[in-house]
């Protein structure tokens, strides 16, 4: 008797499915340790692997590293490029859509903040040269009170 196909549920295992790839522990650990702590925080993958291991769960920091792409990839996370060339995540959200990032060059602190004029000027360079807009974001690098 053939076994019958595993329901696909939600949006990250549609996604998955639909690339081939499958749903596996770690996977599912990573996405729910980002949608635990919520959108606005933001964790690099060696954050993500202690805050696993701490929980108990085994899992290398070579499969986060994967994992954080793969994620990114897919839309679930977005990207944060330090100027040291480090990396954070952060859960995407559709509520928490176009904002930017002030980030300590030294110790890597970040802190989001909006601004109505970053997003419009977004949108005047876009249609100025024909662009279709899909998001306006801003990164500033400055020194934290911490560091002075």
């Known amino acids: 008797m053939a076994s019958l196909p595993v329901p696909v549920e939600g949006p990250l295992e549609r996604g998955l499915h639909q690339g081939g790839r499958r749903l596996t522990p770690q996977r599912r650990l990573i996405l729910d340790l980002f949608e635990q702590i919520g959108g606005g925080t933001h964790l690099s993958a060696e954050d993500v692997h202690r805050l696993l291991v701490d ?15 793969l994620l990114v990839e897919m ?26 990032h002030l980030i300590c060059v030294r110790c890597g602190r ?17 249609k100025r040269f024909n662009f279709e ?3 306006s974001s801003l990164t500033v690098r400055a020194v934290c009170p911490n560091c002075l």
């Open 55 to 69: 929980s108990k769960a085994r899992v290398s920091l070579a499969t986060i590293y994967r994992t954080l792409r």
């Open 75 to 100: 839309g679930f996370l977005q990207e944060l490029e330090l100027s040291d060339g480090g990396r954070r995540f952060e859960l995407s959200s559709g509520d928490h859509g176009d904002h930017h």
């Open 110 to 126: 970040t802190e989001e903040f909006e601004s109505t004029p970053v997003l419009e000027a977004g949108r005047e360079a876009a």
């Open 133 to 135: 807009l899909i998001e």
